[in-house]
């Protein structure tokens, strides 16, 4: 069975840090690309950052570079979202996803809010 479940989210004020984990089965996630979404209150889900099976390319939505680092250990089965200079902007429910097919985490919300 697959499990694909996150780690991590919570309140912050603007400018803080916060570092978000996935954890998945190695079924899904070694030898494949991973990535994270996120999903705002009453907007779509959209793309954040990806990561390749081995960790040599990474992609960033063009409102999270330079804030936003993504990374992976494929030992462990397990992404991380590490995310600086948060903005109430990145308020939402952020979705780990590998892309070995249509698999999704459950969400974590994470809110940015003074």
């Known amino acids: 069975q697959v499990q694909i479940m996150e780690y991590g989210g919570g309140l912050v004020q603007p400018g803080e840090s916060m570092r978000l984990a996935c954890a998945a089965s190695g079924s899904v996630f070694g030898g494949y690309q991973m990535g994270w979404h996120r999903q705002a209150p009453g907007k779509e889900r959209e793309f954040v950052a990806s990561i390749s099976w081995n960790g040599e390319n990474t992609n960033y939505e063009d409102s999270v570079k330079g804030r936003f680092t993504i990374s992976r250990i494929n030992d462990a089965n397990t992404m991380y979202l590490e995310m600086n200079n948060l903005q109430p902007e990145d308020t939402g429910v952020y979705y780990c996803?590998?892309?070995?097919?249509?698999?999704w985490g459950k969400g974590t919300l994470v809110t940015v809010s003074s």
């Open positions: 996803r590998s892309y070995a097919g249509n698999y």
